[in-house]
């Protein structure tokens, strides 16, 4: 063998060396990307399970998953997207071959969606051997969900005017439509767009003319308001009409929130109350509709809760510990007082507080206690009343009755002035209302159903500020107490009051106004709306 050839062969040696390197470089990189995609997303997901699952810590509300969970799943995406690159280099796979990620979850891509087909076609499809054209086989399709942002446009109506060549009559010519916003520039649906932003989507109004504005469409805070506050006006009635229903309600849900509202003249704001009463009967699988509605006041005084609840003719009142509603029990009326029904998620946050903060033993086992009811309740939701009584008498009685002995036996062991003494005079001082359940197979457990009802109000406040004054706070009560209502029967608030505003504008008998109810509305599960 010449020594020319070893020169070749050994220059041959030295490039399958440096591809050999630089390809073993290149999968050290992908490897400690994919790596440390994972460790970040090892650390998220470990901060989020002690949150939410730590033996002594307070589960968080759904509302406060939204941030921790939105960084798993950005974290989530980067481990595949390395995991997806360090296959490929490893693999020497194309990132789009179709055998790779086979296991996701590819969606839900609804039927009702239009679909816009595109062909890609080989550059050729002769056969490279020059036998001429090819047949074609069979394809691969697959379907990826794709986005129009949401378009503004502009209707434009006419009227023509017609009159007789052939004699003096009149001019005729249809009507021209009633609108929310005479001779203005919004649509119903356009209102309801607005209005749904702000009461559904909790994107206050200074948000929502950037994001118009970023189509060219120049619309102030001051407008957007103004358009809202006459819907308010029109949509009074349905605002009335669902006071109505609930006052016919045997069994309620209360609770208020803090409602800043800026205090004319002095340039701050001042505390007021957002109260929220709701009827939920789908624990128990009643016939009636749920409905909440949002009132607004200027104090947090039981006073407040007696004067919202004036006319009502229901008995039981489901609300947490707060002593305001202490005065329910003697108002005078036919029905005769208020009977309260005392919440066991308030009682069982203070034991888990004092779970976590103080490592008390004795707290955790009242949350194990009072997680057993829970276990009970969650078997039988959805039952008959009757059927959720009998499972409480048989099961959750004795646990109560335990309890009750257990909490009795504790509170003479400890000190009377520590925390934990505090939480079981709490417990012990509202037993009657926490026992409640006990007797009416209609009654919860807890008061969830209006607190999750008045969780979005929270986060339209966090958003907004602050109410501009105490009749904005009013006409926020209205709006928030139509679109929550929505939410709660499925329906598409959007779509319901865009065509119920329509309705009202167009003459729709306040008779009637039943009708316009959004427990009435179709369903937000139509492909239509």
């Known amino acids: 063998m010449s020594i020319a050839t070893l ?49 002594k810590s307070e589960k968080l509300r759904p509302d406060q998953y939204h941030l921790p969970l939105e960084d798993v799943e950005i974290a989530q995406g980067i481990l595949d997207a390395a995991q997806e690159r360090a296959a490929a280099v490893i693999k020497g796979r194309s990132r789009s071959d179709p055998d790779q990620g086979s296991h996701r979850n590819r969606g839900c891509l609804p039927a009702h969606l239009p679909r816009v087909e595109r062909v890609i076609e080989p550059a050729s499809t002769r056969c490279p051997c020059g036998c001429g054209a090819m047949t074609k086989i069979g394809e691969d399709v697959s379907q990826r969900l794709d986005v129009i942002p949401a378009q503004w446009r502009v209707l434009v109506t006419r009227r023509p005017k017609y009159i007789c060549r052939r004699c003096s009559g009149p001019v005729v010519q249809a009507h021209a439509p009633e ?41 102030d805070r001051a407008t957007l308001g103004n358009w809202s506050g006459r819907a308010c006006f029109h949509l009074q009635p349905i605002a009335d009409h669902m006071r109505d229903h609930l006052a016919m309600a045997d069994r309620l849900f209360m609770d208020e929130t803090t409602a800043p509202v800026l205090d004319p003249g002095r340039g701050q704001t001042k505390k007021g109350y957002f109260w929220a009463i709701a009827s939920d009967d789908r624990g128990h699988s009643g016939p009636s509709p749920p409905i909440v ?71 955790e086992a009242a949350v194990r206690h009072i997680a057993q009811l829970y276990a009970i309740e969650a078997l039988v939701r959805g039952s008959s009343p009757d059927t959720r009584l009998a499972a409480r008498k048989a099961h959750s009685l004795p646990l109560v009755a335990a309890l009750k002995s257990w909490f009795e036996k504790q509170l003479s062991m400890i000190s009377s002035g520590s925390t934990l003494a505090e939480d079981i005079r709490y417990a012990l001082n509202h037993w009657q209302g926490l026992t409640r359940f006990l007797e009416d197979g209609r009654l919860e457990l807890d008061t969830n159903p209006v607190e999750n009802a008045i969780r979005p109000v929270c986060l339209t406040r966090k958003n907004a500020l602050f109410a501009g004054h105490e009749i904005g706070a009013e006409n926020w009560a209205l709006l928030a107490s139509i679109v929550a209502t929505c939410k709660l029967n499925d329906v598409n608030p959007a779509a319901y009051i865009a065509e119920t505003l329509q309705a009202i504008i167009d003459g729709h008998p306040n008779s009637r106004i039943g009708d316009l109810m959004p427990w009435r509305f179709r369903k937000a599960s139509s492909p239509h709306q």
Do not use: M
Not at 180 to 201: N, Q, Y
Not at 317 to 340: A, I, S
């Open 7 to 55: 020169r070749d062969e050994n220059e041959q040696l030295k490039a399958l060396l440096a591809q050999t390197q630089a390809a073993l470089s290149e999968h050290q990189g992908a490897l400690a990307a994919s790596e440390e995609a994972r460790r970040r997303l090892e650390v998220i997901l470990g901060e989020l399970r002690r949150d939410r699952f730590g033996a």
């Open 293 to 363: 509605l949002f009132r607004y006041a200027p104090g947090r005084s039981g006073a407040f809760a007696q004067q919202f609840l004036d006319g009502f003719g229901g008995r039981f009142l489901q609300c947490d510990g707060y002593d305001g509603y202490d005065r329910l029990t003697e108002v005078d009326r036919p029905q005769g007082p208020w009977t309260l029904v005392h919440c066991w998620s308030h009682l069982r946050r203070r034991f888990v507080k004092l779970a976590r903060n103080n490592k008390s033993p004795i707290a």
């Open 179 to 219: 609108h929310v916003v005479p001779s203005g520039l919004p649509t119903e649906a356009a209102i309801a767009h607005v209005i749904v932003s702000k009461f559904g989507d909790h994107t206050p109004f200074y948000r929502q003319a950037e994001i118009y504005a970023r189509q060219g469409i120049r619309l």
